[in-house]
């Protein structure tokens, strides 16, 4: 996890240089992470806000009354949002047109680079830069990535602070779309899918 401010190059080096110390070092256990996190559960209402994205759209979370919504906190100069892009964007994908809305919020950047990042990760789903630091503010999220899921009432359901977990933010967003089932990794793959064994 980063602190969401780094303005200061010399600052973003020296974190970089650190966090590259902690990967290695990771790689030696039986499972590597790329920072701790944190997983809560709050029943606290969002903070509305309403951004631009890159497609010239606007994005206000109080037109999304009525549907769950994926809010996520990055940085195009983030490592660990960099790992976590892809995780984000298959999650998109698997849920699109199925009644969840996703944002992809970026703070303390650039809209050039905001772009560069969105290319190279070939990103579909709605991204945003978060200019003045209102709305990272208004959410307490200091620390990036950090992903928030609301409920279609308005209130938070489910926090992650660091790299999400794509099992568990899958199930979380189900949780909220009672007729949905989840999609099996395994058989996303083309593998079939496991049996659950019945007992005597």
């Excluded at 190279?120 to 959410?139: K, M, Q, S």
Aim: proline share 6%; hydrophobic share 40%; with cysteine.
């Amino acid at each position: 996890m980063i602190p969401a401010s780094y303005k200061n190059p010399l600052g973003k080096a020296a974190f970089f240089f650190l966090a590259l110390c902690v990967f290695a070092l990771a790689g030696c256990g039986e499972k590597t992470t790329a920072a701790p996190v944190k997983a809560e559960r709050s029943k606290q209402l969002a903070p509305p806000f309403t951004v631009k994205t890159l497609g010239n759209k606007v994005f206000s979370l109080a037109s999304k009354r009525g549907s769950p919504v994926v809010v996520n906190f990055w940085a195009s100069w983030c490592t660990p949002c960099a790992i976590e892009a892809p995780v984000l964007e298959r999650i998109y994908r698997q849920h699109k047109g199925r009644g969840v809305e996703f944002i992809a919020i970026a703070v303390d950047d650039t809209q050039k680079d905001v772009q560069k990042f969105v290319n190279r990760h070939n990103l579909t789903f709605p991204v945003g830069l978060d200019e003045n630091g209102n709305i990272v503010a208004a959410y307490g999220a200091n620390i990036i990535p950090q992903t928030y899921v609301i409920g279609a009432d308005g209130y938070i359901s489910y926090t992650r602070m660091g790299i999400v977990n794509e099992e568990k933010l899958v199930k979380e967003i189900a949780k909220l779309l009672p007729s949905y089932t989840p999609i099996d990794n395994a058989a996303r793959d083309g593998k079939p899918a496991k049996k659950t064994a019945r007992a005597s």
